[in-house]
């Protein structure tokens, strides 16, 4: 069922601990019309994400009732997930002028900034004891790709192919890069055991297919877990950690429909 307004654009849903609770990101205060789409062709047809200010996060029940508004400060707040010890949440959020990581209760009271450096973050989860946090970040270092970065960011735009794996604790110290393969790494997640999957495209140089990799949380000893020549991505595992779920194109009868399946979780040897 329909547990969002059926207005505007939502964004990455995430269960509450008690499991009666969502949260999301929504773009429904700002218009009940989905925002436009960015006119790739002023900017090259480069693949880009737009970044709408309109975007704030929600607690909802699963019956679809909005209880509280949990960000007001203008600009782009989403990508919101919950630690496993039910404290806090983290979230992506341009309150500041740049797309930083940010915590908070889950009530949307103690904010507090985590990530300082120039670039994209998001797309952050935590590890299954809550301690620390995955997530993928870009980071611009040449005079023209923190031109292309800041020209785009100041029209609500990121292009999302040069991003890395980043890991720091849950309070955002000892943030460190745990890959540095090119191309676009994102989409990580924490294994059952504490290890760490993600996408990637690094493999090919034309940008495509995605495949799935599993790593140690250092970087280290990288193996390829999925060989499709479409996309896969965004793998989460159940509770008991014995399965995984993932976005896939295959199987699509050659269209560019995402479909998700399931599989069973066995760590490779």
């Not at 740049?98 to 935590?126: E, Q, S």
């Not at 970065?149 to 735009?157: G, I, Q, R």
Request: proline content about 6%; hydrophobic content about 35%.
């Amino acid at each position: 069922k329909l547990v969002s307004t059926g207005t505007g654009r939502t964004t990455c849903a995430y269960f509450y601990p008690d499991g009666k609770h969502i949260v999301y990101g929504s773009t429904h205060l700002g218009s009940k019309d989905c925002p436009p789409a960015p006119d790739k062709a002023k900017y090259g047809n480069k693949y880009i994400w737009p970044i709408y200010e309109s975007f704030d996060i929600f607690k909802a029940d699963t019956n679809g009732r909005i209880v509280k508004r949990l960000t007001k400060t203008k600009g782009y707040d989403a990508e919101a997930t919950i630690s496993p010890k039910g404290d806090i949440m983290v979230f992506t959020s341009m309150r500041n002028g740049d797309l930083d990581l940010y915590t908070m209760d889950l009530n949307g009271k103690n904010v507090k900034r985590i990530t300082h450096a120039l670039g994209y973050d998001g797309g952050a989860w935590f590890s299954p004891d809550g301690k620390k946090l995955l997530w993928r970040a870009s980071r611009p270092k040449t005079a023209a790709e923190i031109k292309e970065y800041k020209e785009l960011l100041a029209e609500n735009m990121v292009a999302p192919t040069n991003m890395e794996v980043w890991i720091a604790n849950a309070d955002g110290s000892d943030a460190k890069q745990i890959t540095n393969l090119g191309q676009a790494n994102w989409a990580p997640n924490f294994t059952p055991d504490g290890n760490v999957v993600f996408c990637s495209n690094h493999e090919y140089k034309r940008g495509f297919p995605f495949n799935m990799y599993l790593m140690n949380a250092d970087g280290s000893n990288i193996q390829k877990i999925s060989r499709d020549k479409g996309f896969d991505a965004f793998p989460m595992f159940s509770p008991d950690g014995k399965r995984i779920i993932f976005g896939s194109n295959r199987n699509n009868g050659g269209t560019r429909d995402t479909n998700l399946f399931i599989a069973d979780w066995v760590n490779p040897s």
